[in-house]
């Protein structure tokens, strides 16, 4: 039985077999590709800044600052400014936080059947988009990070408003998503006091908890996480057991018979990224609570995704006081971008889960580029011996209807297929 999934980013095939009435297997098929990776093959190496970033609507942001990063991985010695470096973890958190809104209000809720409430996603969208802005221009294609820095130079006038848009963003969580004040949600450890409350969030886990389906959608409990910034850590967890050892040569790509999707693995294991992942990683008292209690369920996940708003906003407004504006934007390289040669890679922590970016440069010309999206993280195409996070986590369920749940709690997007 094939069912089309829509209301993604994109479009996907699930390809289910039943065997006793229960799904054995889903076949994952992505029936189109961007083909940006061919595309950027011998253009000048700057212009990935402007054709990455379209490579996602969503998270285009993303894209260029795992861009920039991989250009700059070709540079001896290149200097870049702490200034700098916060302004783009800055916009990148907001970027993050308009993703994790829309999903919630826009994918999650109108499968509870709260399709009232998905015109609450617009008013904190457009303020992470106005923060973005800010900084960046027009969104979400913006080009502002270069090799060396960021071309914008922030005021004091500019981090009034961004403090504004950051102050109503975290008002409309707490009125909104959990009724409860920013400051205790955030160290609460026990989810149990999160059912306690009102809010979105906590409606939407109470139905789960009723309906008998918090331990549906569990996969390998593997999570992994490449990205690493002044919030995110960088490591794997096996169940409870996190290790913050990671080696880019162990991840592996496979093309699918089936699919444009290319399948991917570390070590020649599935493991799953997104925000559970990185919350386990990271340690997250009231995530770890949820997983001890439910695993790396459908609960976990959409806790662990919407947890995330909360904390990015808090560490947002930390790393705000961390600026100095006294402090150069853009430190020039030694080297013209145009006659450049190396080769590098970077990874940073896209909504969904890592996004890495390679790239091998030649006399200032991009000879190979690579990208390895979240998408192929946590919906790669494996087989009944060896099953990918999303197909794992469909397994053994009785109907259509609570599979396609389930794979859109790992939040679809079939348009960053790349290859």
Not at 360 to 378: A, D, V
Not at 400 to 405: H, P, V
Request: glycine share 6%.
């Amino acid at each position: 039985m094939i069912k089309l999934i829509e209301k993604i980013e994109g479009e996907a095939k699930l390809h289910f077999s039943f065997k006793n009435e229960k799904i054995d297997f889903v076949d994952i098929e992505f029936t189109s590709t961007r083909n940006i990776e061919k595309i950027l093959q011998g253009k000048p190496a700057a212009d990935a800044l402007v054709i990455n970033p379209r490579v996602c609507g969503i998270c285009g942001h993303a894209h260029l600052i795992a861009t920039v990063q991989a250009l700059e991985e070709c540079y001896d010695n290149l200097k870049i400014s702490n200034k700098a470096k916060i302004i783009r973890e800055l916009t990148l958190n907001f970027e993050l936080i308009q993703n994790h809104f829309k999903w919630f209000y826009l994918t999650m809720l109108p499968l509870f059947g709260e399709k009232q409430q998905v015109l609450k996603a617009t008013y904190p969208s457009q303020l992470m988009a106005k923060a973005i802005a800010l900084f960046g221009g027009q969104y979400p294609h913006t080009s502002y990070a270069i090799v060396g820095g960021v071309v914008c130079e922030i005021k004091e006038m500019e981090l009034i408003k961004l403090q504004h848009y950051i102050d109503e963003t975290i008002k409309f969580f707490e009125e909104n998503v959990v009724v409860s004040e920013s400051e205790s949600f955030l160290v609460c450890d026990n989810i149990e006091k999160v059912l306690e409350r009102n809010g979105d969030l906590p409606n939407i886990l109470r139905v789960i908890i009723k309906n008998g389906w918090m331990h549906q959608g569990k996969s390998h409990d593997r999570f992994i996480a490449f990205g690493e910034n002044s919030y995110f850590n960088k490591g794997k967890s096996l169940k409870t057991r996190v290790s913050n050892t990671l080696c880019i040569e162990d991840v592996k790509e496979t093309p699918s018979s089936t699919s444009y999707a290319k399948s991917v693995s570390y070590k020649e294991k599935h493991y799953e990224a997104g925000p559970l992942a990185r919350a386990m990683i990271n340690k997250i008292p009231l995530i770890k609570d949820a997983h001890r209690r439910y695993g790396d369920s459908i609960l976990s996940r959409i806790l662990a995704r919407v947890c995330e708003i909360s904390q990015l906003l808090n560490h947002s407004k930390k790393l705000i006081e961390m600026l100095d504006l006294s402090e150069p934007s853009y430190i020039e390289p030694s080297l013209d971008i145009s006659k450049l040669s190396g080769s590098g890679y970077s990874a940073v922590e896209a909504a969904r889960g890592t996004l890495i970016h390679k790239v091998e440069i030649e006399n200032g010309l991009i000879k190979n580029y690579e990208i390895i999206t979240p998408t192929q993280w946590n919906l790669s195409g494996g087989t009944k011996e060896k099953l990918g996070v999303s197909q794992k986590a469909m397994i053994g369920l009785g109907d259509i209807k609570t599979a396609e749940l389930v794979f859109k709690t790992f939040d679809v997007c079939s348009v960053c297929t790349t290859h």
